[in-house]
């Protein structure tokens, strides 16, 4: 396992759980006192992200616990699972700010506060920031909970920006136009479920052990291939679990070498691909013969 990967996972968690504790205590405040609902639904989006990076820490770090007799592959199915979890926070948000979205459009109000305009400007430009930063950390250490909260601070740009507009919308256009700022969130919400799809997506085919990782599928197969005695590879099947990947490959070997020799280099093909793979946490090589 890739301590360093670890690390850097937990520390970036941290980093998102910190500012979005910040982010959703001034949009609260902001959306209450400046009567923006928008802002209010943006709140709400926020203090899921809360519960959410709560959710990836715990997860980070129950999923680096080694093997053990009743999980002998690791604990790394955790943090799929994790993600399901985040995705739910973020559809039932998206679901309560649509549902209150659509009560404030039939029910007339004032308009927003023109200050609200003053907070969510730095806002946006802080949440994508965050995301820049924790999408690198989620591609670096191939964490799919990570790359969740990624998402997360992505959305929340997002719903910000349509706060924004609508604020402005309402508060240019005067009477009449009071609801701009619901339909902003409404509109939120609708980026919110789309968002939590893109993130569901992966997460599940995790669990289901697709086979989709071409690119570090011919990795293996050509640093397989360099050692002394191996002939070729036939199958070779790649699983994500957690931060790193299993891989079960098929070795094709001289047919008329003792057993010994051919186990000799099922641990030398091993040896290769945990040294010069990183993120490769088990291994298992089947010898084939050639003839």
């Known amino acids: 396992m890739n301590q360093s990967n670890q690390k850097t996972a937990i520390r970036t968690s941290i980093f998102s759980l910190l500012g979005n504790l910040i982010v959703a205590v001034i949009k ?13 639904a943006d709140a709400i989006e926020s203090t899921g992200d809360i ?6 820490l715990i997860g980070l770090r129950y999923t680096h616990r080694p093997a053990d007799e009743d999980h002998p592959y690791g604990h790394g199915r955790l943090e799929p699972l994790i993600t399901f979890v985040v995705v739910i926070f973020m559809a039932i948000s998206a679901l309560i700010i649509a549902y209150e979205s659509a009560m404030n459009i039939i029910t007339p109000h004032d308009s927003p506060k023109f200050f609200t305009l003053y907070i969510l400007v730095p806002l946006i430009i802080w949440k994508e920031i965050s995301f820049q930063i924790v999408i690198r950390k989620a591609n670096k250490t191939k964490s799919t909970s990570l790359k969740a909260d990624a998402w997360h601070h992505r959305s929340d740009a ?6 924004l507009l609508g604020i402005s919308i309402s508060l240019i256009m005067g009477e009449g136009y009071e609801s701009a700022d619901d339909f902003a969130a409404l509109f939120a919400s609708g980026f919110i479920l789309f968002n939590a799809y893109k993130i569901f997506r992966p997460a599940f085919g995790e669990m289901m052990d697709e086979n989709n990782h071409d690119e570090l599928t011919a990795l293996i197969r050509e640093t397989a291939e360099k050692i002394n005695g191996v002939v070729a590879t036939e199958k070779c099947f790649v699983r994500k679990t957690g931060m790193h990947y299993q891989v079960d490959l098929h070795v094709i070997v001289d047919g008329n070498m003792s057993v010994t020799s051919g186990h000799d280099i099922s641990h030398l093909v091993k040896d290769a691909l945990m040294e010069s793979i990183s993120n490769i946490g088990y291994v298992i090589i089947h010898i084939e013969p050639a003839n």
Do not use: E, P, R
């Not at 519960?51 to 990836?56: D, E, K, R």
């Open 28 to 40: 609260w405040l902001a959306g209450y006192f400046g009567n923006s609902y928008a802002l209010i």
């Open 158 to 163: 997002i719903t910000s920006v349509a706060a």
């Open 51 to 56: 519960l959410a990076s709560v959710l990836v």
